[in-house]
């Protein structure tokens, strides 16, 4: 199972069993627990405080084929990413960033909802391969 654990300052992934609420963890002691389902994988989100979100909001997670986590993030239009994943790269000037295709390519999404009401719309796990330096997709 992988394991969200969020509050409002920080986050981490790790796969293992459920946590339970009142249980220590690097981003505070466990006050919530929320469950999502999909085809492949279930999700345990493990909140130590309430989260600030959008109605629509969804939480993705890019994972290599050796359940690695390759990186994490909110979607507020409710979508995963698809085809070649970006890295950023400053531009220098002022805030702007370039986009750099990374290495790896969504291959399969596994798109997990809530069991009981939600948090999130849903937590979709985007199972990605290493593509190399092709050209981007």
Not at 60 to 84: E, K, L, W
Request: charged share 20%; with cysteine; aromatic share 8%.
């Amino acid at each position: 199972m992988l394991i969200v654990y969020l509050s409002n300052d920080g986050e981490a992934i790790e796969w293992g069993d459920a946590p339970s609420v009142g249980d220590a963890s690097t981003v505070g002691t466990i006050a919530s627990l929320e469950f999502y389902k999909g085809e492949l994988e279930t999700v345990c989100i493990a909140f130590a405080e309430p989260v600030i979100h959008d109605d629509e909001e969804t939480f993705n997670v890019q994972i290599a084929p050796d359940h690695s986590v390759i990186t994490y993030g909110f979607s507020m239009i409710g979508r995963p990413p698809t085809g070649r994943l970006m890295d950023y790269e400053p531009t220098g000037d002022g805030d702007g960033m370039k986009a750099i295709p990374s290495s790896w390519y969504v291959d399969t999404v596994d798109t997990c909802t809530p069991l009981e009401t939600g948090t999130y719309k849903a937590v979709h796990l985007c199972h990605c391969v290493n593509v190399g330096q092709l050209a981007a997709a």
